[in-house]
């Protein structure tokens, strides 16, 4: 190329400024200017990330807290034991079980429990203190001394406590924890996009064998807002009897309550369909298999109270049945 004409050719462009020509100064100044802008930036992704940082941690904050007030809500509360056969003046644990029948989520803490309960063979009624319990990892035990051969029955009452959920959660909870007929009200009102404040109680029970006499007090009932009373003996029945049991709101029969079964076999719980306690409040489970049983019912009034809807009231009962 000719070298006059290249020499045009830049020199035109430094005309146009398409090659600015930069004094000693300007270039200072530019690369200043460079080194400020590569701080905001910095500084700018830097508060970014924190922005974003901080929102993550509220979303996850937020859905843990909707993770813990579901869970709380689906939590059932069991009386439990290793084996629901023992012996005669022995020491043994009954272990509280605060989420599902063969698994519990956490201790339960003493200063909720309203009554704790053991009722002898002879129908006496021992009230254990709280330094009778403990916590062992996801569940509190109580320990006692067994007796004189017979069957017994122990108790927890719960203080009530309150809970707030949206309309979905709680529409879910009332079509899984057995609550068909409020479910159809809220349908029947055209209330299922309306959330909910409930008050809510659980009392529950369990009935073990000490030794072979089946001499006892299974039928003592505990005086707690609901309760269930068997009719007969669980440890006089086999696998394929059928089990009535009184349901009971503050001492009278409740007709017409939606009651629910199950058992634990191997680790693995076996729910049965639910059924209808009759006008006289009382229902029928058939023991179809072996293992560790639970029967439940979930009592609800609506309230009309400016600050709460609803009042569930929770009972269950726990013994065995050897396969």
């Not at 403990?134 to 001394?145: C, N, P, W, Y």
């Not at 369990?206 to 089946?214: A, D, E, H, L, P």
């Not at 009184?246 to 059924?275: H, M, S, W, Y």
Request: aromatic share 8%; with cysteine.
């Amino acid at each position: 190329m000719n070298p006059q004409k290249e020499s045009l050719r830049r020199s035109d462009l430094h005309k146009v400024g398409a090659y600015p020509v930069a004094s000693t100064n300007s270039r200072v100044a530019l690369i200043a200017g460079m080194r400020l802008a590569t701080h905001e930036i910095a500084t700018y992704t830097e508060t970014l990330f924190e922005e974003i940082t901080m929102k993550r941690k509220m979303i996850l904050t937020f859905s843990l807290l909707v993770c813990l007030i579901a869970s709380a809500a689906a939590h059932d509360l069991y009386l439990k034991l290793d084996s629901f056969f023992l012996e005669p003046n022995t020491r043994a644990a009954v272990r509280l079980i605060n989420g599902h029948f063969n698994q519990s989520d956490n201790p339960v803490a003493r200063q909720r429990m309203r009554d704790v309960s053991v009722i002898t063979p002879s129908g006496e009624r021992v009230n254990p203190p709280e330094s009778d319990w403990r916590d062992e990892k996801d569940s509190s035990l109580l320990s006692f001394q067994t007796g004189v051969e017979g069957t017994y029955v122990a108790g927890v009452s719960m203080k009530p406590r309150e809970i707030t959920m949206e309309a979905a959660m709680y529409n879910d909870h009332l079509r899984e924890d057995g609550l068909p007929d409020l479910l159809a009200q809220r349908r029947r009102d055209k209330e299922l996009d309306k959330p909910a404040r409930e008050r809510y109680a659980k009392n529950v029970k369990t009935i073990f064998q000490v030794g072979k006499s089946r001499a006892g007090s299974f039928k003592a009932a505990l005086g707690y807002p609901v309760e269930i009373i068997p009719r007969q003996n669980p440890y006089e029945l086999k696998i394929g009897n059928t089990l009535e049991v009184l349901c009971l709101k503050d001492g009278a029969p409740i007709a017409n309550q939606f009651v629910t079964a199950g058992r634990e076999l191997d680790n693995r719980v076996i729910d049965l369909p639910g059924v209808r306690a009759n006008a006289k409040g009382v229902a029928r489970i058939k023991l179809a298999g072996g293992g560790k049983w639970f029967i439940r019912f979930i009592h609800v009034t609506k309230l009309n109270e400016a600050n709460m809807d609803y009042e569930s009231k929770w009972a269950m009962v726990t013994f065995e049945v050897r396969p």
